[in-house]
């Protein structure tokens, strides 16, 4: 049975790169409860200009010890993890640091 996807890396659009950026530690923590068993990597340059979150599954690891690929992941839950990135609000106060 082959590995199944647990890490994204998270591009936010130009527009929000910065407030993202600012909000990082609660953005992946927000991510972390609504998306449980996948970690999460934020990155601020795209590759790609694009007006909506990307969603990029890091898809296998390659090291000295060998390496593995993971099964592509269903395109609902990527589609779920971008609808996510859209709705956070980092001046939400659930998401404010204590």
């Known amino acids: 049975m082959a590995r199944q996807v647990s890490e994204f890396v998270v591009v936010p659009p130009e527009h929000k790169i910065a407030s993202t950026l600012n909000s990082s530690v609660r953005f992946k923590a927000y991510l972390a ?21 990307q969603v990029i599954p890091v898809m ?9 690929m993971c099964e592509y992941p269903d395109p609902h839950l990527i589609r779920a993890i971008r ?3 859209d709705a956070f609000d980092p001046a939400a106060s659930r998401w404010l640091a204590a």
Request: with cysteine; net charge negative; glycine share 16%.
């Open 33 to 53: 409860e609504a998306f449980p068993g996948y970690t999460f990597t934020l990155q601020p340059i795209a590759a790609f200009e694009e007006d909506e979150f």
């Open 60 to 68: 296998g690891k390659i090291g000295d010890q060998g390496g593995y």
């Open 83 to 85: 609808e996510a990135c």
